[in-house]
Structures are given as C-alpha cells and as structure tokens.
C-alpha cells in the first residue's frame, strides 16, 4: 500500500534558526505530492504541490523540494507564527485524486 | 470566494446513538471527499464524490457509515449506530480538478 512517512515527528527551533521537514514516500506511479499546513482546530491549508523529481517551489520562508523517493521542506529564517503542524500527502496510480498522508510533523518556533 | 463548511465542529454523542456529519462544498466543485484522522494515526481517506456519484468508497470502515450528496452539492455522513472507535476529526475537502483541494476545520467527533 502506498505509504507517507515523516520524521520529525516534533521539532523546536529558535527564531531564526533553520531546518528541513522530511517525507519519504512509497506510491505506484506518484502523480502529485502535496505539502499542507494545518492550525490547531483547523483544516490542513495547502501550501505546495509537486509533480516530479527535481522540482522545487518556494513561498516566503519555505521551500519545498521533491526526489524520487522523498521531499524536503526547508524552512528558512523561522517566525513563530510558522508554528504549525506540517503534513506531507501523495496521490498517484490508479487512486489518483485520493491523498495518503503522513502523520506530521509537529513545528514550534519560540522567540 | 466561500471555503468548505462543515458543521458540527464538535459533536459528542454517545455509542448506539447516530450522529449526522454535513459539508458543504467550495461552489461549482464536482469532486468532494471525506476523510478522518483518529488520534494518533495520519488523517485517512473514507470517499470521493464526483457530482452526486460516489467514485471511490474504498475507505468507508464498514456499513455503519453512510455517505450521501444531494443533487452534487451538499454531503452529509451518517455514523449509525456509533461505536468508541469512530471517534476522531472528520474532514471534508472539495476541489474542481483531481489535485487543487480545500479542506473544511473537520467536526470533532467524541463517542462516549
């Protein structure tokens, strides 16, 4: 079956001090991965979409990056309203339209 | 633009009972899906509607949950009867092509 994992599972930083989310991910044929944040007691928001190994995107102070086998989301210079929990999602192969997710990783930015 | 709304957000009920879960799609959204999260695990998905057909319900746990969508808009899940297990976040998510999903805040649901 297809399978999202992401590590840290938590992670604290300092403002200013950065890192990299990982997801490693195992699906038949990947049409898309998809990084979302998600709130306490909200819905995860999206953030990116990538299709193919070699791709990147960036959005303010993140960036995310795809390989074959997983994706990095690299969080520069960090604020603590980035504080959130982080999901990593592929869909692919015959269950195209249908999201794996992983389980997080939960982000703590203090000042 | 409107986002999806899901209401209840919260819903504690107790097991035997039934409990009724609506979502109300971005407009003009065919696809609609419903997914969970029970704590401690990653969030999971239950089904995909596309209009008022269910094109995938490989993820609904067993017969107790009943998904419908009327006329392709608004869906409505039904857990009956409850159990301790179907305890969790329940979200919905719509989107007009396969990839460009908006989730819902989920409804919390406790079973006691």
């Known amino acids: 079956e297809d399978q999202v994992t992401q590590s840290p599972e938590a992670l604290r930083l300092q403002e200013g001090e950065s890192s990299s989310l990982n997801c490693s991910y195992t699906?038949?044929?990947?049409?898309?991965l998809f990084w979302y944040r998600q709130d306490p007691g909200k819905g995860p928001e999206f953030l990116f979409t990538l299709y193919s190994a070699g791709e990147e995107k960036e959005k303010e102070r993140l960036k995310a990056t795809l390989t074959k086998k997983e994706s990095f989301l690299h969080i520069t210079a960090p604020k603590p309203e980035d504080s959130a929990t982080y999901l990593c999602a592929v869909t692919g192969g015959s269950t195209l339209g249908r999201l794996y997710f992983g389980r997080g990783t939960q982000l703590t930015v203090w000042p | 633009e409107a986002g999806v709304t899901q209401f209840p957000s919260h819903s504690v009920i107790e097991k035997g009972q039934t409990v009724t879960l609506r979502c109300d799609p971005i407009s003009g959204h065919d696809n609609l899906y419903w997914y969970r999260r029970v704590m401690g695990k990653e969030i999971k998905f239950l089904l995909h509607?596309?209009?008022?057909?269910?094109?995938?319900e490989s993820g609904m746990p067993n017969n107790r949950f009943l998904a419908e969508r009327t006329g392709g808009t608004y869906s409505t899940l039904k857990v009956q009867p409850a159990e301790l297990e179907d305890s969790g976040v329940y979200f919905c998510?719509?989107?007009?092509?396969?990839?460009?999903?908006?989730f819902g805040s989920g409804t919390r649901l406790t079973v006691v």
């Open positions: 509607f596309v209009k008022e057909s269910k094109q995938d």
């Open positions: 699906v038949s044929g990947l049409r898309g």
């Open positions: 998510a719509s989107s007009q092509d396969r990839f460009g999903y908006t």
